[in-house]
């Protein structure tokens, strides 16, 4: 696997750095990358944080703290994204619905706009205690201020997969639907939240492209760039770069599976110089 040049905004950095022409990745806290990320230099931010519920990352990420130091940290982080979102962009954070109500908050403190609470549907049906069974995740979406971008998505109308026909008759008014589908709500279930297992590179879990990829698509358009401060297993650079935005992010666990999932899914060479648009996100003069 290719290694990433060595560069000038390399030295204000602790971990290394893996640059393609349309992304960069940084091996290492996503504090350290967003302390030399400009102001109102970037058009989306997508995060998937670890949801603190002790799953096993790897030695350096830390998913089992107190309620009040995983607080604080997801407020550091997040100041930091909506520091660096330009006016009109937009922030989507995917979290557990407990904590989504706490990071919704801290979200409108710094001055956003709420726009969706997406619910992401979850399949399993496994029985929890003294409570009802959590049957979605929360995919929060706000912008700076007026969307700069909002792109209306589509979805095809959904059949049996058993005889195929159309499961819904909408009331008797099936004729007035449009043909290439449904207008994308705020219930999504036609997805499962995760990979599927045989698709994962990592023992954690990773999050499903889909996701991403509508909250890319319906925010962004074609050059923009997005930042996902928690890379996990790449879903949202695949996606980026598939769809022709630049993207940066970073993970503090090993980068491996996400440099492997871009070279041989999306055809990406690492160990390039990124173009003007991406250097020019950074407070540093990049060579």
Same mark, same amino acid.
């Given at each position: 696997?290719?290694?990433?040049?060595?560069?000038?905004?390399?030295?204000?950095?602790?971990?290394?750095?893996?640059?393609?022409?349309?992304?960069?990745?940084?091996?290492?806290?996503?504090?350290?990358?967003?302390?030399?990320?400009?102001?109102?230099?970037?058009?989306?931010?997508?995060?998937?944080?670890?949801?603190?519920?002790r799953k096993r990352y790897g030695p350096r990420a830390v998913d089992n703290?107190?309620?009040?130091?995983?607080?604080?940290?997801?407020?550091?982080?997040?100041?930091?994204?909506?520091?660096?979102?330009?006016?009109?962009?937009?922030? *989507?954070?995917?979290?557990?619905?407990?904590?989504?109500? !706490?990071?919704?908050?801290?979200? /409108?403190? $710094?001055? %956003?706009?709420?726009?969706?609470w997406i619910a992401v549907s979850m399949k399993n049906n496994y029985p929890r205690g003294n409570g009802l069974y959590p049957a979605h995740y929360a995919l929060l979406y706000f912008t700076k201020g007026k969307p700069r971008v909002f792109n209306k998505l589509r979805i095809p109308?959904?059949?049996?997969?058993?005889?195929?026909?159309?499961?819904?008759?909408?009331?008797?008014?099936?004729?007035?639907?449009?043909?290439?589908?449904?207008?994308?709500?705020? *219930?999504?279930?036609?997805?499962?939240?995760?990979?599927? !297992?045989?698709?994962?590179?990592? /023992?954690? $879990?990773? %999050?499903?492209?889909?996701?991403?990829?509508?909250?890319i698509l319906m925010s962004t358009k074609p050059e923009d760039i997005v930042f996902d401060p928690f890379g996990g297993g790449g879903s949202s650079y695949m996606v980026a770069e598939k769809n022709n935005r630049f993207w940066i992010g970073s993970e503090i666990e090993d980068c491996s599976p996400i440099l492997e999932r871009l070279e041989e899914q999306t055809g990406v060479t690492f160990n390039q110089i990124p173009e003007r648009r991406i250097t020019e996100v950074f407070q540093k003069q990049w060579w």
């Amino acid at each position: 696997m290719s290694k990433s040049r060595p560069n000038i905004l390399q030295k204000e950095l602790k971990g290394e750095l893996h640059t393609s022409k349309h992304g960069v990745i940084y091996h290492g806290d996503c504090l350290e990358l967003l302390g030399v990320i400009r102001s109102e230099s970037i058009d989306c931010v997508f995060a998937d944080p670890p949801f603190n519920l002790r799953k096993r990352y790897g030695p350096r990420a830390v998913d089992n703290t107190s309620a009040d130091k995983y607080s604080h940290w997801c407020e550091r982080w997040m100041s930091e994204c909506v520091r660096a979102l330009k006016p009109g962009g937009a922030i *989507f954070v995917y979290h557990i619905t407990k904590w989504a109500l !706490r990071l919704g908050s801290l979200i /409108e403190n $710094n001055g %956003l706009v709420f726009r969706h609470w997406i619910a992401v549907s979850m399949k399993n049906n496994y029985p929890r205690g003294n409570g009802l069974y959590p049957a979605h995740y929360a995919l929060l979406y706000f912008t700076k201020g007026k969307p700069r971008v909002f792109n209306k998505l589509r979805i095809p109308i959904p059949a049996c997969r058993h005889c195929g026909k159309e499961i819904k008759d909408y009331g008797g008014h099936r004729g007035k639907l449009k043909e290439e589908g449904l207008n994308l709500s705020d *219930f999504w279930e036609d997805t499962s939240p995760v990979r599927h !297992r045989k698709f994962k590179k990592r /023992e954690a $879990n990773e %999050l499903n492209p889909m996701i991403p990829e509508r909250a890319i698509l319906m925010s962004t358009k074609p050059e923009d760039i997005v930042f996902d401060p928690f890379g996990g297993g790449g879903s949202s650079y695949m996606v980026a770069e598939k769809n022709n935005r630049f993207w940066i992010g970073s993970e503090i666990e090993d980068c491996s599976p996400i440099l492997e999932r871009l070279e041989e899914q999306t055809g990406v060479t690492f160990n390039q110089i990124p173009e003007r648009r991406i250097t020019e996100v950074f407070q540093k003069q990049w060579w």
